[in-house]
């Protein structure tokens, strides 16, 4: 059974760990037994109390999961693998953290076959929002960002805005993401029913066509060679991708060669290197508007047992 994964997105004092309280509280009682990664970028943890005795807590300090310790992060996936009984791990990002690197770094193809990608939920602090020509233009880029690729929008602390306020922060948030579910909150309370009942992002197979492009949530696609590949076939085969993938990585099995080669894309750059061990041949997409069937064909097509 594949562990189901939620990634708590949010620019710094948004809201976050609020929220993370209520996702373990309604998980217990819908019966599921939560894990949680938590990342902090200082040295000590602050927000590890949030998390009750009886939850599987593993923590990544001093530095952004998508950056400094990435090959940390790594270990701790496989280790709560071995060691916890979990249904469901939730991974509280730091508030720099930009949400394709952070799934980037989760879905390592050593184990990326045992996590099913559930979604980004991203909390947006009403007020940060409303006064956000104070940020810088980096911060700001990263809060669209952070809203562009979430599945689910927590609009919090709507109180401290006027209702015509309100009105506006709604239609600018729709106005960045089109696709995801709002929800208006305060104190981060919001019923998670809608969110635990939902698709998996990787079992909706096929959009309508004609309506790609407002279907622009983050999506991951997990493949594993059965056989070995053509080298000729699998470059024309990553050539014929869209832009709208932005990352590709796995072991893939050349044929020829005695190991799977490992191969990485990222921004439209592919990169070859030669493993020196038998390494599970797990292939992960990760891009928007992504067709899974289309996908799959593809590789099974340059797959051959």
Known sequence: MKKEVFILSGFLGSGKTTLLKEVLQALKVEGKKPAVLMNELGNVSIDSDAVEADTALR????????????????????????????????????????????????????????????????????????????????????????????????????????????????????????????????????????????????EINDYDRAAIGQHLTLQAVVYTFKGSVDSEKFEKWVKRQPETIYRMKGYIPLRGNKYPTMFQYSYGMPLFLQADMKYKTNFVVIGEGLHKSDIIRGLQEIDHT
């Open 59 to 202: 923590e990544l300090l001093d530095g952004c999961i998508c950056c400094t310790i990435s090959e940390k992060l790594e270990s701790q996936l496989q280790e709560l693998l071995v060691n916890e009984q979990f249904d469901v791990l939730i991974i509280e990002t730091t508030g720099a953290a930009h949400p394709v690197e952070v799934v980037d770094s989760i879905l390592s193809p050593l184990f990326a076959d045992r996590f099913e990608f559930k979604g980004i939920i991203t909390v947006v602090d009403a007020k940060q929002w409303k006064d956000r020509s104070g940020f810088s233009p980096s911060v700001l880029h990263l809060m669209r960002e952070q809203i562009r690729h979430a599945q689910y929008i927590i609009a919090n602390k709507m109180d401290l805005l006027t209702e015509m306020e309100q009105g506006r922060f709604v239609y600018e948030l729709q106005q960045l993401n089109s696709n995801a579910k709002i929800f208006m909150t305060n104190y981060a309370k919001v019923s998670m029913k809608d969110i635990f009942s939902s698709k998996s992002i990787n």
